[in-house]
């Protein structure tokens, strides 16, 4: 059998694909020995399960609502009482000056971001060429093959901040940073993954004014911020005006199987994300929106992503961290900062092996984790750091997480 250029290109390995492949194969063979660390997969917290069944249960015993939900088709740009509560909401919230013209669901953030980067980089009419530029790498491994075209994205590396004995964090690095013709569009995650460094509202703002300099969208991956999930553990701002593009997510709030990506634009790329919706999903599932819509609505999303998410992953990261700290000390590592999202980001330097190979190493002792070389998207130039570097996921089990740990500063004594 003979692909496209297309087919041989979606079909090719790829991170976000190995990361998937690990994550179905763990699930399938329910081992418990398994330390599932390397997938984004949320915890299952029960306080929010229970929220979650007692919705659907009051949405089984409405008339008719179940069979809407199941049978019906939504709009191209999704379930419009969602959209409608959710706008209404980052207005109150936020002052935001959002409308329902402003938002457009799609089946899941990753999907989003396709067709984002796709409309706003690549080759255009007039013969020019752009690319989604990312202001600070590592990024998000699942942007790396999203292009249609290749070559269509360019990243920076960053600055590095050393904190203490035995932390860092990632800046934008802004020395010789110009945003030219060749830019279609900037993005960043905040909180990153994989880093969970969290951009200052300093830097958000440097980023927005350049961008709106050069007339080019800023993307925000927001799926781990504020308003929801809120798994963040530092003070910053939501950020949103005309040249920005917001990307929420019901994934990280506990709702990952129901594929719900929320994109906040101006009317135009909303109509576009329609068009796209249209043609490639004829509409977005509305189970999700419908699941989440009282919580919307009433606003008790904020207050359960406050009160209930936020304490529940920040207690989870201080204990992965102190595990971490005890079972590589003396070891040469530090780790990044973790201000938010689900995930401590080591950097072993001058680790002797690349991250890959240590990968497999970990693999075959059934710890699974991300190899950090596949977050550079973008990234020419050659940097040893890129493959110095896993991301460990903290949000499953405590007991299977400890026991991954363990394992990997079993893994790093014996190369040191």
Same mark, same amino acid.
């Given at each position: 059998?003979?692909?496209?250029?297309?087919?041989?290109?979606?079909?090719?390995?790829?991170?976000?694909?190995?990361?998937?492949?690990?994550?179905?194969?763990?699930?399938?063979?329910?081992?418990?020995?398994?330390?599932?660390?390397?997938?984004?997969?949320?915890?299952?917290?029960?306080?929010?399960?229970?929220?979650?069944?007692?919705?659907?249960?009051?949405?089984?015993?409405?008339?008719?609502?179940?069979?809407?939900?199941? *049978?019906?088709?939504?709009?191209?740009?999704?379930?419009?009482?969602?959209?409608?509560?959710?706008?209404?909401?980052?207005?109150?919230?936020?002052?935001?000056?959002?409308?329902?013209?402003?938002?457009?669901?799609?089946?899941?953030?990753?999907?989003?971001?396709?067709?984002?980067?796709?409309?706003?980089?690549?080759?255009?009419?007039?013969?020019?060429?752009?690319?989604?530029?990312?202001?600070?790498?590592?990024?998000?491994?699942?942007?790396?093959?999203?292009?249609?075209?290749?070559?269509?994205?360019?990243?920076?590396?960053?600055?590095?901040?050393?904190?203490?004995?035995?932390?860092?964090?990632?800046?934008?690095?802004?020395?010789?940073?110009?945003?030219?013709?060749?830019?279609?569009?900037?993005?960043?995650?905040?909180?990153?993954?994989?880093?969970?460094?969290?951009?200052?509202?300093?830097?958000?703002?440097?980023?927005?004014?350049?961008?709106?300099?050069?007339?080019?969208?800023?993307?925000?991956?927001?799926?781990?911020?504020?308003?929801?999930?809120?798994?963040?553990?530092?003070?910053?701002?939501?950020?949103?005006?005309?040249?920005?593009?917001?990307?929420?997510?019901?994934?990280?709030?506990?709702?990952?199987?129901?594929?719900?990506?929320?994109?906040?634009?101006?009317?135009?790329?909303?109509?576009?994300?329609?068009?796209?919706?249209?043609?490639?999903?004829?509409?977005?599932?509305?189970?999700?929106?419908?699941?989440?819509?009282?919580?919307?609505?009433?606003?008790?999303?904020?207050?359960?992503?406050?009160?209930?998410?936020?304490?529940?992953?920040?207690?989870?990261?201080?204990?992965?961290?102190?595990?971490?700290?005890?079972?590589?000390?003396?070891?040469?590592?530090?780790?990044?900062?973790?201000?938010?999202?689900?995930?401590?980001?080591?950097?072993?330097?001058?680790?002797?092996?690349?991250?890959?190979?240590?990968?497999?190493?970990?693999?075959?002792?059934?710890?699974?984790?991300?190899? *950090?070389?596949?977050?550079?998207?973008?990234?020419?130039?050659?940097?040893?750091?890129?493959?110095?570097?896993?991301?460990?996921?903290?949000?499953?089990?405590?007991?299977?997480?400890?026991? *991954?740990?363990?394992?990997?500063?079993?893994?790093?004594?014996?190369?040191?």
């Amino acid at each position: 059998m003979e692909f496209s250029a297309f087919g041989e290109k979606f079909t090719a390995p790829s991170g976000i694909a190995e990361l998937m492949d690990d994550l179905g194969a763990a699930l399938a063979a329910a081992d418990p020995s398994l330390c599932m660390l390397g997938g984004g997969n949320p915890a299952h917290i029960p306080t929010l399960q229970a929220l979650f069944r007692h919705r659907m249960e009051e949405i089984l015993r409405i008339p008719q609502q179940f069979e809407r939900m199941v *049978g019906n088709y939504d709009a191209a740009t999704g379930n419009a009482a969602f959209i409608s509560a959710l706008a209404e909401l980052l207005a109150q919230e936020f002052g935001w000056p959002v409308g329902e013209e402003n938002i457009a669901l799609t089946t899941g953030s990753q999907n989003a971001f396709f067709c984002l980067f796709n409309l706003f980089a690549g080759a255009f009419a007039d013969g020019s060429f752009k690319k989604i530029l990312f202001p600070l790498a590592p990024e998000y491994i699942g942007y790396a093959d999203s292009g249609l075209a290749p070559g269509m994205f360019t990243a920076r590396r960053p600055e590095i901040e050393t904190i203490g004995s035995d932390l860092f964090k990632y800046h934008v690095d802004f020395s010789g940073l110009e945003l030219s013709h060749r830019i279609g569009a900037v993005c960043v995650s905040r909180p990153t993954n994989p880093t969970g460094n969290v951009l200052t509202d300093q830097e958000m703002a440097r980023l927005d004014e350049m961008a709106r300099a050069c007339g080019v969208p800023l993307i925000i991956d927001n799926a781990y911020g504020t308003p929801f999930p809120n798994v963040i553990f530092t003070r910053a701002r939501p950020f949103w005006n005309d040249n920005t593009v917001v990307c929420l997510s019901l994934s990280k709030f506990g709702l990952p199987g129901c594929r719900t990506g929320i994109v906040i634009a101006r009317p135009e790329i909303i109509r576009a994300l329609a068009n796209l919706n249209g043609i490639l999903n004829l509409a977005p599932s509305g189970f999700g929106a419908t699941l989440a819509l009282e919580l919307v609505r009433s606003g008790e999303i904020i207050r359960v992503s406050r009160e209930i998410i936020e304490p529940y992953y920040r207690a989870r990261m201080e204990q992965a961290l102190g595990w971490l700290r005890e079972e590589l000390a003396g070891l040469p590592y530090r780790v990044h900062k973790p201000e938010g999202a689900l995930f401590l980001w080591l950097w072993v330097k001058e680790l002797p092996i690349s991250s890959r190979e240590l990968y497999v190493r970990l693999k075959r002792r059934n710890v699974l984790v991300i190899a *950090g070389e596949y977050f550079f998207p973008g990234l020419a130039e050659e940097w040893p750091h890129r493959h110095e570097c896993i991301r460990i996921t903290y949000s499953q089990e405590p007991e299977a997480v400890q026991r *991954g740990i363990r394992i990997i500063g079993e893994e790093l004594r014996r190369l040191f």
